[in-house]
């Protein structure tokens, strides 16, 4: 079992930053892959960026080059640096995990999830 807890999310002005946390426990963080994916009110629920275990990474087009996932294996704790925010970034932001391999992640059949933070970014 890994239980994941997200934080670092909030309110921000377009154009600013924001960096979540999600902090893991449960399982030894460094054999673990995880992501990011947020939910925006009426859509579906998409992948933002995903890390291999080992720290290859991945990201959807719309934030590559503004957010950059991230892990300390030493602090069990996972990051997602979110950069040049806009209001199409609003959405409820989660962690997820897997034991396996970063497809599981990518593909949005994570084995484990946060229970997600919000991330609102005014105009």
């Known amino acids: 079992q890994v239980q994941l807890v997200e934080s670092g999310g909030g309110l921000v002005q377009a154009g600013g930053s924001l960096r979540l946390s999600c902090a893991a426990s449960?399982?030894?963080?460094?054999?673990?892959?995880m992501g990011w994916f947020r939910q925006a009110p009426g859509k579906e629920r998409e992948l933002v960026a995903a890390i291999s275990s080992r720290g290859s990474t991945a990201y959807a087009a719309s934030v590559k080059g503004r957010f950059i996932i991230s892990r300390d294996n030493a602090k069990n704790t996972g990051y997602l640096q979110m950069n040049s925010l806009t209001p199409e970034d609003t959405a409820v932001y989660y962690c997820a995990a897997d034991p396996n391999n970063i497809a599981k992640v990518a593909t949005g059949k994570a084995d484990y999830w946060g229970q997600g933070t919000q991330v609102t970014v005014s105009s």
């Open positions: 449960g399982r030894t963080f460094g054999s673990i892959a």
